[in-house]
């Protein structure tokens, strides 16, 4: 059969929004203790509860003939989950699939950078919370680890995933100190860092408001150091995107989930790692298609489950702020993925 005739009516949701990205947690496990996710005692799945790679990649084939298009491996951490490029290698070669991209928190890739490319990884997010590297063992409750992860990011530069990006979480009092630092970090490396504004699914209930701090003023205070110019955000993005005014390589950008969030083009699906689907991120709403991929399903069951239950996505964060809704602590974060 051809790819045009396999496929079926695109993922859509009640407001009309079109699904095109696939984030999938493939483990809830991580070898941080990142203290704006992480619960400081994790109740971790068993491991029969975890969607096998074959699991994974059937999910993602019936995604795929949805009009899912991109694929983003997150975790816990990705790296931790045995033969990850194997996983990798297998969704690459689901037809319609255009990328396949993984946040990490850097620790493992080194070690695992050139498998990943050859498998057909192409873009790599890092994680790094601070360029202090004892701050970043207490954000992170590890140990002297920082230089694994400059050595992840320089394998990543030399294999020259694109795009290379890294992922800040700034709260106040914690590391607001080093917006300047990242930001010049991004102009003489070249790469873009992206500051994600604190969001409830810390899993320890630290997070309040207060501790945001916004897009809008971390912007402001790198545009009095290094001038930045707000590049056209593309439709479902999270972030905006910003380049150095004076041309240099690298750049910043903001995921203003808080602040100024864009449900109105979401295009996200997600799945936990024991396989529930979760249409929107803030919502207490997931779904189990694991039980229907044990018990048999066919493609077609699976893609009218997935169908019904995305069509029920709620408006979004936009709208719960708006309407003053309390913005509760849904889930840990490293139980979705972000
Ligand atoms: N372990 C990987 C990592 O840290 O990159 C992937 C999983 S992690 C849950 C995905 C992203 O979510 C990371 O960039 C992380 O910094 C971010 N994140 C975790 N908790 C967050 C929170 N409460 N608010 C905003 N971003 C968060
Ligand atoms: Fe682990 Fe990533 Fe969560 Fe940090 S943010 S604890 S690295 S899953």
Redesign the pocket.
């Known amino acids: 059969m051809d790819k045009a005739s396999q496929r079926v009516e695109n993922l859509h949701d009640s407001y009309g929004r079109l699904a095109s990205k696939l984030r999938i947690s493939i483990t809830d496990r991580?070898n941080?203790r990142?203290n704006?996710?992480m619960p400081s005692q994790p109740v971790w799945l068993p491991h029969d509860e975890i969607l096998t790679f074959e699991e994974i990649v059937r999910t993602a084939r019936v995604l795929s003939q949805m009009g899912i298009d991109r694929i983003r491996l997150?975790?816990?951490?990705?790296l931790v989950r045995k033969d990850v490029e194997g996983l990798v290698s297998m969704l690459s070669r689901i037809d319609g699939i255009k990328s396949i991209g993984m946040?990490?928190?850097g620790s493992l890739l080194a070690a695992k950078a050139s498998a990943l490319k050859r498998a057909g990884l192409s873009s790599v997010?890092?994680?790094l919370?601070s360029l202090k590297p004892e701050r970043f063992d207490k954000i992170t409750g590890t140990n002297g680890i920082f230089d694994k992860i400059t050595e992840g990011i320089e394998a990543a530069r030399s294999l020259d995933f694109k795009p290379l990006k890294i992922?800040c979480?700034i709260t106040r009092g914690e590391n607001d100190d080093e917006i300047i630092d990242f930001a010049r970090f991004a102009h003489e490396t070249g790469v873009t860092v992206r500051f994600?504004?604190?969001?409830?699914?810390?899993g320890t209930k630290l997070?309040d408001a207060h501790r945001v701090i916004t897009g809008e003023e971390i912007v402001d205070k790198i545009n009095k150091i290094y001038p930045v110019a707000k590049i056209e955000r593309e439709t479902g993005s999270t972030a905006i995107e910003y380049n150095f005014e004076d041309g240099s390589e690298g750049g910043i950008a903001t995921i203003t989930s808080m602040s100024a969030p864009f449900c109105g083009d979401c295009d996200r699906i997600r799945i936990t790692a024991d396989g529930k689907v979760v249409p929107c991120l803030f919502s207490r709403d997931e779904y189990d298609i694991k039980s229907k991929l044990r018990a048999g399903a066919s493609d077609e069951e699976l893609s009218a489950y997935i169908r019904s239950v995305y069509f029920r996505k709620s408006p979004g964060v936009e709208t719960m702020i708006k309407n003053k809704a309390n913005l509760e602590h849904v889930r840990p974060?490293?139980t979705i993925?972000?």
């Open positions: 991580c941080f990142c704006f996710c997150s975790g816990g951490e990705p946040t990490t928190n997010t890092i994680s919370h992922n979480v994600i504004e604190y969001m409830p699914f810390d997070w974060m490293h993925g972000g």
